[in-house]
């Protein structure tokens, strides 16, 4: 049986839920349980503490698990990134006092670093060759400089109206955009049934996310240049219509467009524009 570490809370907990359901696997119904069987699918799911969820898959002990790439990394473990899921966004950044430090990496040189993630900013200043001490705090890190523990800030940035109430400003860029990802071990042979049936489905789920179904009517001497703006993600599946020079077109699009796409078929002479979401694929 395929075990599976999933965060028992937080930010990343329901939303990986509720992906792994639309995948077609069975996810617990009582937040206070800590595993579930899936026996359809020969998966148990286990509710982890999402800080210890690498541990648990680099020691082999757990064959996959859902966490955040900036968990991943300030954990220090050998598990590998094997899939983007696409949510629980999270950009980390350098804070400091305004006009009190550079752009520049090198800049840190010799500062005091305070963090709730000194993994993360450690991998950030050994690619940039920066010495600088690393102080481990578990929150609350904008009153660090105010308090005089630390020169500098590292830390999960949205808005950054945080930063600007204790006096700060994010400095350069970003020094690591997260979000959540399907991790696992570097395979010894080649991975089970099991790890590419969920893979596959992961993935089908996020194209269903990603894409919705258009579906239109042009006239054939319209055609190209319809198609030319629905592709399709292979080719459109295109059918002639009973009214004489007319075709029926389905394509995949982007979400995301699908509005601008509407118009601009519409201009061309496109009628019955219809979009379906699509719930599950195979690709």
Known sequence: MLRIALPNKGTLSDPAS???????????RDNRDLVCRDETNDVEFLYLRPRDIATYVD?????????????????????????????????????????????????????RIATAYPGVVGRYLADHHVTAQVIRLDGAVENAIRLGVADVIADVVSTGATLRQAGLETVGDPILRSSAILIGRAPAEEPSAGIVQLLRRLQGVLVARRYVMLAYDIAGDRLDAAVALTPGIESPTIAPLRREGWMAVQAMVLRSDVHRIMDELYEFGARAILVTNVHACRL
């Open 18 to 28: 509720q992906m792994l359901r639309e995948a077609g696997y069975r996810q617990r």
């Open 59 to 111: 020691s082999g002990d757990l064959g996959l698990g859902i966490t955040g790439r900036d968990l991943l990394i300030d954990s220090g473990c050998e598990a590998l990134e094997l899939l983007d899921l696409d949510f629980g966004a999270a950009t980390f950044r350098i804070a400091a006092r305004a006009e009190t430090l550079s752009p520049r990496p090198e800049d840190l040189q010799g500062r």
